[in-house]
Nanobody, 128 residues
Framework: EVQLVESGGGSVQAGGSLRLTCVASGFTLENFDDYVIAWFRQAPGKEREGVSCIDSSDDGSPYYVESVKDRFTVSRDNAKKRVYLQMNSLKPADTAVYYC?????????????????WGQGTQVTVSS
């Protein structure tokens, strides 16, 4: 059974940093390499938003939504089946539950915010 578990959320002041971790289990190593890992977020009363995604290639071909470019960095350790989201210069607008997800493609590039597998989410709260 595939599982994705997020950690690293918390409360910070504006301008602060957090590092989210997504740990995948239930994949074989080869199978994990077939999957793009994505980060989504959902704020109260708002629709789910795609944040970033990364594939298993050497450079990961990372994708970022415009609002987090130059502030967030996604990275991936295929051997450990972990994906990280380093979030710097956080803003109150970044407050949301952040979800890790896995799919064969980075669907958010096409405006599709679905995925094959989902984690339970971790809360990020940024105060002004």
């Amino acid at each position: 059974e595939v599982q994705l578990v997020e950690s690293g959320g918390g409360s910070v002041q504006a301008g602060g940093s957090l590092r989210l971790t997504c740990v995948a289990s239930g994949f074989t190593l080869e199978n994990f390499d077939d999957y793009v890992i994505a980060w989504f977020r959902q704020a109260p009363g708002k629709e789910r938003e795609g944040v970033s995604c990364i594939d298993s290639s050497d450079d990961g071909s990372p994708y970022y939504v415009e609002s987090v470019k130059d502030r967030f960095t996604v990275s991936r350790d295929n051997a450990k089946k972990r994906v990280y989201l380093q979030m710097n210069s956080l803003k109150p607008a970044d407050t949301a539950v952040y979800y890790c997800a896995a799919d064969r493609r980075c669907l958010m590039k096409y405006g599709d915010y679905g995925a094959e597998y989902w984690g339970q989410g971790t809360q990020v709260t940024v105060s002004s």
